[in-house]
C-alpha cells in the first residue's frame, strides 16, 4: 500500500493518535504494538508496516508535528523577521510539549528518549537557521558542539 493512500494515511493517524494516548499512561518501552493495534483499531501487522514499536510510533507523532512548525515558523524567513520567527517557533514548542504534557511527563521520567528528541529538534531548527541566512552555510549537520 503506499503512503499516499487514504487508508494508510488514516491506519498512520490512528496509530499515531494511539501512541500519544498510551504513552501518556505509561512508559512507552512498556506498550507493545499489539496494544498499540487494537487502540487504534489496526491489526498488528498493519502496525507494524508503519513503525518497528511503539517508541517508533510515538517519536514519529511528536517529530511529525515538530517539524511542521519548523517548516511553518523558519523556513525562507526574511533576516528582518528572524528574531519573530524564532520566538513564535519557540512558542510553538512550548504549547506542544504544554498540549502533550501527559506524554513528556511520563517519558521523560522513563527515559523514553523524548529529551534527545527535544535537543535534535532544536539542533536541527539552529542548523537551518544558520544554514538559510548565511550565519554558518558550511555547518556540517553531523558536526559535534
Do not use: C, K
Request: hydrophobic fraction near 45%; proline fraction near 6%; glycine fraction near 4%.
Amino acid at each position: 500500500m503506499r503512503r499516499t493512500d487514504p487508508r494508510w494515511i488514516r491506519s498512520r493517524v490512528r496509530l499515531r493518535e494511539a501512541a500519544l494516548r498510551m504513552a501518556a499512561r505509561a512508559p512507552i518501552d512498556r506498550v507493545s504494538m499489539g496494544a498499540i493495534a487494537a487502540e487504534a483499531a489496526v491489526s498488528r501487522s498493519t502496525a507494524y508496516l508503519h513503525a518497528a514499536s511503539a517508541r517508533e510510533l510515538l517519536e514519529d507523532a511528536l517529530r511529525t508535528e515538530l517539524d511542521a512548525f519548523r517548516e511553518r515558523r523558519l523556513r525562507r524567513v526574511p533576516p528582518r523577521d528572524l528574531a519573530a520567527a524564532r520566538d513564535a517557533a519557540a512558542r510553538d514548542v512550548i504549547a506542544h510539549v504544554e498540549r502533550h504534557a501527559d506524554v513528556y511527563r511520563v517519558g521523560l521520567r522513563g527515559g523514553s528518549g523524548l529529551s534527545s528528541l527535544l535537543r535534535s529538534h532544536f539542533a536541527d531548527s539552529m542548523q537551518m537557521i544558520l544554514r538559510e541566512h548565511d550565519i554558518a552555510p558550511d555547518i556540517a549537520p553531523d558536526a559535534p558542539p
